[in-house]
């Protein structure tokens, strides 16, 4: 996998064989690895481990995949996460992608399939940094990402609980950090970046 000492997975299963043959498998394709056991224990490190895809399995005591690929979403909209299901579970993995999943794949995991997906899924994220890498500030990168669903400065505001006058410069400093001119050129570097389809108008 090119460039892959550089990438970094986040895998979470309730289940230790499963999570050492992911791990495995991954690490001898150079890919750096971090498990969890749970939901809780993932969004513990989240801020504090670089990662640039994260891999859930669904079903897991306590908060199930869903309930963690929502958490993600919400801290870094940006991250790419990939859900694992069991054979078959179609209304689960449909459920994933409309809340933001990246893909899904099913138990069991086929290995040639399972590190083809994770490897468009870090090539994708790789495009997605170069937005953060725009020293965006966390609540910059949010407002963006709510700029991409369509949302005006007075529903930015409400949905972040900021003044629209807040939203303005915050807007503002994401727009002189782009590079953009106006709200076409930001969608064009946004979409050159990954981040939005200019086919379907709206957000990866």
């Not at 890919?31 to 399995?57: F, K, M, Q, W």
């Not at 994401?174 to 953009?180: I, L, N, T, Y």
């Amino acid at each position: 996998m090119d460039d892959a000492a550089s990438r970094y997975v986040l895998f979470v299963d309730d289940e230790p064989k499963v999570r050492m043959v992911v791990r495995k498998t991954l690490e001898r394709v150079g890919v750096n690895v971090r498990c969890y056991d749970g939901a809780d224990n993932c969004l513990a490190h989240l801020e504090s481990v670089p990662c640039d895809l994260l891999i859930t399995d669904v079903k897991m005591p306590g908060k199930d995949g869903i309930q963690l690929l929502m958490e993600v979403r919400k801290q870094r909209p940006w991250l790419p996460v990939l859900v694992v299901t069991g054979f078959g579970d179609v209304p689960m993995a449909v459920r994933a992608l409309k809340e933001g999943a990246a893909d899904f794949i099913e138990k069991p995991l086929d290995r040639e399939g399972f590190l083809k997906t994770v490897q468009i899924l870090l090539e994708e994220s790789s495009k997605r940094s170069a937005v953060v890498n725009h020293d965006l500030t966390k609540t910059e990168i949010r407002i963006l990402h709510l700029i991409l669903e369509g949302k005006n400065n007075r529903e930015i505001a409400a949905t972040l609980h900021r003044s629209p006058r807040t939203v303005e410069v915050h807007r503002s400093h994401v727009m002189h950090k782009m590079g953009a001119s106006n709200i076409v050129e930001l969608l064009r570097r946004a979409a050159d970046a990954g981040l939005f389809d200019m086919g379907t108008g709206g957000p990866k």
